[in-house]
């Protein structure tokens, strides 16, 4: 794709939904990944929701997206993560 065609500008900051179980070490796990992806990432641009009964916990990541690829290893990298369910 030709970068003059994307609809985002980078960088920018970009959210992302991270969905897994609830667990002791979901957040944490999550942060550790995007931290080693995007540096510039701190627990300021982290939102916590639990599900309605507590059996899941939604996040959302604020990364700052320098890149296609950059946005593209973050989805990859979090969809593929054993803890994760969904990535949006």
Partial sequence: MDPKESLIEYPSDFPIKVMGATHIDFAPTIIALVTQLD?????????TRPSAKGNYTGLTVTIRATSREMLDEVYRTLSTHPMVKMVL
């Fill in 39 to 47: 540096p510039t990432f701190h627990e300021g641009k982290l939102e």
